[in-house]
């Protein structure tokens, strides 16, 4: 399997995902910004829609759109428990995370990072920071997510607000979700993910 990323984007959940699943890959750097392989490789000529991830199978199959892919990956190595069993309430309430996750915090983060007016970037921070609200209280008394297990959901989480000190989102009030991201970032997959990405040392 080869993974496509960019470092510290939203990438950076399959690529933990792999590591705390185990599984063989090959990570392939492919820029956002130049949208070229470091052998010159149109990325366009991979993935049309031009963004990462992207997960290309052995067999040569593509799958995108982190959300799938982790699902995917977390289903080639069910004895991780990185996901709920299909077809289960608990597969369900992982899906409804993940949905949330996309739609409702990683795609306001989209103007912090582009030439979006003040308005417009104040306006996208009020939403992510109501959106973290509701997290917040989610997390309440709970390690993960759903509850004691980390799953595919976290790893898309703590990659997310990864971003609010890039873009000066201040998520510094919100304790559990505080204690949930160094819960998270102290994982060794999450440590290898991190250092293989150039994110640490």
């Keep these: 399997m080869k993974l496509y990323y960019s470092p510290g984007a939203c990438s950076l959940s399959p690529h933990i995902v792999l590591q705390e699943a185990g599984l063989k890959y090959e990570p392939v750097l492919a820029s956002t910004k130049s949208h070229k392989l470091k052998d010159g490789t149109d990325f366009y000529t991979i993935n049309p829609l031009g963004y990462v991830p992207l997960l290309e199978l052995d067999d040569g199959k593509r799958l995108h759109e982190g959300p799938a892919i982790v699902q995917y990956l977390a289903d080639l190595a069910p004895e991780k428990k990185l996901a709920p069993a299909n077809g289960t309430w608990e597969r369900y309430k ?100 991190m250092k293989a990405e150039g994110l640490i040392k």
């Design 94 to 193: 992982l899906q409804e995370w993940l949905t949330f996750i996309g739609t409702e915090i990683h795609k306001n983060f989209g103007p912090l990072f582009g030439s979006a007016s003040d308005d417009v970037k104040n306006g996208a921070r009020d939403k992510i920071i109501g959106r973290l609200q509701y997290v917040e209280s989610e997390l309440a008394g709970k390690q993960y997510l759903l509850g004691d297990q980390f799953t595919v959901a976290d790893a898309y989480l703590f990659t997310v607000t990864n971003w609010a000190a890039l873009t000066g989102v201040d998520i510094s009030g919100f304790a559990n979700l505080g204690q949930f991201r160094a819960r998270v970032g102290a994982r060794p997959a999450v440590i290898e993910a």
